[in-house]
RNA sequence: GUGGAUGUAGCUCAAUCGGUAGAGCACCAGAUUGUGGUUCUGGGUGUCGUGGGUUCGAUCCCCAUCAUCCACC
């Protein structure tokens, strides 16, 4: 199956299935990315500790990472990223970009807001200077970044938001994603819609009704893993991810661990984010075939071994467990890096594994 | 050599008017899900310098001793 998406220059292939799991490409300008795929967070702008030089190397290979509005439009601001001609120039970086709509942000990070039909007023984490972002806003901003996907702005609900909540969130999503729609975006930059509802599976398909009609080039799956339990996460996907339209990527925000993905995926969903392998990478804790480790632990000390055997990584190929610790514990710049390095190769193996094993498992579409 | 002070967790230090001791950091272990290089959760790891004495009981009181620091000669 092969299908041009709304806006010009991106495509869908799915290649084959298996169950409900999906491998194919999403095409786009900048490149072609393989679904499903784990694209690594670059929420200012880098993806914290690598340069554009070591994502594009195999075997990491990343085909498109994010970015973030909330923290671009605070920082540097949009007439540094736009006078230097768009994000890509700015940070050297030529594959896809992905841009969350800050909506996100904005009720997680920043201080006072007020929520009202037309958009969101905040106070800024950074100086405490008042801000105020709309589905308009918004847009214009990911239009001057110029990112390859924009994401509609939306209201994710606390997880245990009593139901009037959730429904007036679900409102004003539906009515935020029709106007984020209706901006005109700069050529070749598609525009994905959130899909809300927490884990209520009448919620959820009440609001993709709502949102699929829209016309999106993709639909995201937001407001999961916000602290609900993992079980909960895994029903709305069961029951939930495969009812988006088959034509559009499928896109799961902000999840998860390698547990989760292949849940994921298997659930049909074709795209994921998550800060964890970058984040977990800071702070010493590593994604291996073993399962994690904890690379501060004492037992590493003496461990000259590689920190994963099975994996073709630098980090894994050159260096030993104990020096990694040494690393870490030194609080040495290069602990973040080879360790960033490593998971992100990890979680990159991990989906081209999965990938491969429905291309090879599944059948043709 | 004389006088004085201080010795309690790996480090810096509390507390106990006599009932076997805590904090911060460090250390050990776990967490981190549309990123504030964070943060959170759990764990005390101790011959209270050493040896005696008094006492039902001493880290605390007494004696000796060792170490370190300060002052004086």
Same mark, same amino acid.
């Given at each position: 199956?092969?299908?041009?998406?709304? !806006?010009?220059?991106?495509?869908?292939?799915?290649?084959?299935?298996?169950?409900? $799991?999906?491998?194919?490409?999403?095409?786009?300008?900048?490149?072609?990315?393989?679904?499903?795929?784990?694209?690594?967070?670059?929420?200012?702008?880098?993806?914290?500790?690598?340069?554009? *030089?070591?994502?594009?190397?195999?075997?990491?290979?990343?085909?498109?990472?994010?970015?973030?509005?909330?923290?671009?439009?605070?920082?540097?601001?949009?007439?540094?990223?736009?006078? $230097?001609?768009?994000?890509?120039?700015?940070?050297?970086?030529?594959?896809?970009?992905? !841009?969350?709509?800050?909506?996100?942000?904005?009720?997680?990070?920043?201080?006072?807001?007020?929520?009202?039909?037309?958009?969101?007023?905040?106070?800024?984490?950074?100086?405490?200077?008042?801000?105020?972002?709309?589905?308009?806003?918004?847009?214009?901003?990911?239009?001057?970044?110029?990112?390859?996907?924009?994401?509609?702005?939306?209201?994710?609900?606390?997880?245990?938001?009593?139901?009037?909540?959730?429904?007036?969130?679900?409102?004003?999503?539906?009515?935020?994603?029709? =106007?984020? $729609?209706?901006?005109?975006?700069?050529?070749?930059?598609?525009?994905?819609?959130?899909?809300?509802?927490?884990?209520?599976?009448?919620?959820?398909?009440?609001?993709?009704?709502?949102?699929?009609?829209?016309?999106?080039?993709?639909?995201?799956?937001?407001?999961?893993?916000? *602290?609900?339990?993992?079980?909960?996460? /895994?029903?709305?996907?069961?029951?939930?991810?495969?009812?988006?339209?088959?034509? =559009?990527?499928?896109?799961?925000?902000?999840?998860?661990?390698?547990?989760?993905?292949?849940?994921?995926?298997?659930?049909?969903?074709?795209?994921?984010?998550?800060?964890?392998?970058? =984040?977990?990478?800071?702070?010493?804790?590593?994604? !291996?075939?073993?399962?994690?480790?904890?690379?501060?632990?004492?037992?590493?000390?003496?461990?000259?071994?590689?920190?994963?055997?099975?994996?073709?990584?630098?980090?894994?190929?050159?260096?030993?467990?104990?020096?990694?610790?040494?690393?870490?514990?030194?609080?040495?710049?290069?602990?973040?890096?080879?360790?960033?390095?490593?998971?992100?190769?990890? /979680?990159? =193996?991990?989906?081209?594994?999965?990938?491969?094993?429905?291309?090879?498992?599944?059948?043709?579409?």
């Amino acid at each position: 199956m092969k299908v041009d998406l709304p !806006t010009a220059g991106f495509t869908l292939e799915i290649e084959r299935v298996l169950g409900r $799991a999906r491998a194919g490409w999403l095409h786009t300008p900048r490149g072609s990315i393989p679904l499903p795929v784990f694209m690594p967070v670059g929420t200012q702008g880098t993806v914290k500790a690598m340069t554009p *030089g070591e994502l594009e190397a195999a075997p990491l290979d990343a085909r498109i990472i994010l970015g973030n509005t909330y923290h671009l439009y605070l920082r540097p601001g949009l007439d540094i990223i736009g006078g $230097a001609g768009g994000l890509h120039r700015f940070a050297a970086w030529d594959r896809p970009i992905l !841009t969350d709509s800050g909506g996100f942000q904005v009720f997680s990070l920043a201080g006072i807001n007020k929520i009202d039909d037309d958009g969101v007023t905040f106070q800024s984490h950074i100086d405490g200077s008042r801000h105020r972002l709309t589905p308009e806003v918004s847009l214009h901003i990911q239009g001057v970044l110029g990112s390859d996907i924009a994401m509609a702005f939306d209201q994710c609900p606390a997880g245990d938001a009593p139901p009037p909540d959730q429904e007036r969130a679900l409102r004003r999503t539906t009515a935020w994603a029709a =106007r984020s $729609a209706a901006v005109v975006r700069p050529p070749g930059q598609a525009l994905f819609g959130i899909v809300q509802g927490g884990t209520d599976l009448e919620r959820r398909a009440r609001h993709a009704a709502e949102i699929v009609p829209i016309g999106f080039d993709g639909h995201a799956i937001g407001g999961l893993s916000v *602290g609900e339990p993992i079980p909960e996460m /895994y029903r709305v996907l069961d029951g939930f991810a495969h009812t988006l339209p088959a034509d =559009r990527p499928r896109y799961l925000m902000g999840v998860g661990t390698p547990a989760d993905l292949e849940h994921g995926v298997m659930a049909g969903v074709d795209m994921f984010d998550c800060v964890m392998p970058t =984040r977990n990478a800071r702070n010493g804790n590593l994604f !291996t075939s073993q399962g994690r480790v904890v690379i501060g632990n004492a037992k590493h000390k003496q461990d000259y071994g590689p920190l994963d055997p099975e994996c073709p990584c630098t980090t894994c190929t050159r260096h030993s467990r104990a020096y990694l610790r040494h690393l870490y514990n030194a609080k040495e710049i290069l602990a973040a890096r080879l360790a960033t390095l490593h998971n992100l190769t990890f /979680y990159a =193996r991990h989906m081209r594994q999965l990938r491969e094993k429905i291309l090879q498992e599944g059948q043709p579409v």
